[in-house]
Nanobody, 123 residues
Framework: QVQLAESGGGLVQAWGSLRLSCAASGRPLSGHTIGWFRQAPGKEREFVACGRWIGGNTLYADSVKGRFTISRDNAKNTVYLQMNSLKPEDTAVYYC????????????????WGQGTQVTVSS
């Protein structure tokens, strides 16, 4: 079992930055793909970014490419999502999820997820 806990959300003005953290416990994240997803009110959960723990390859949604960066800290068993140049349309609850599969932008392919952290971007 992997337990995930997101943090770092908050209220920020447009063009500002936030860094989200996803701390894992239960077992090391090596061998897993970690994905970030988000869900705005009344909308489906959508893919944001994912990265394979080993190898470091990443995949981003077109809407965040060039603005968001996924990274990890092996010693802390933590994954980060650095979000720059934030836009009001980035407002959502952000979730980190983990899977043994190789890169997937589909939330149904993930086996573990956290409670989410709210990101609100004001215009």
């Amino acid at each position: 079992q992997v337990q995930l806990a997101e943090s770092g959300g908050g209220l920020v003005q447009a063009w500002g930055s936030l860094r989200l953290s996803c701390a894992a416990s239960g077992r090391p994240l090596s061998g897993h793909t970690i994905g970030w997803f988000r869900q705005a009110p009344g909308k489906e959960r959508e893919f944001v970014a994912c990265g394979r723990w080993i190898g470091g390859n990443t995949l981003y949604a077109d809407s965040v490419k060039g603005r968001f960066t996924i990274s990890r800290d092996n010693a802390k068993n933590t994954v980060y999502l650095q979000m720059n140049s934030l836009k009001p349309e980035d407002t959502a609850v952000y979730y980190c999820e983990a899977t043994n599969r190789l890169y997937s932008p589909v939330t149904a392919d993930y086996d573990y997820w956290g409670q989410g952290t709210q990101v609100t971007v004001s215009s």
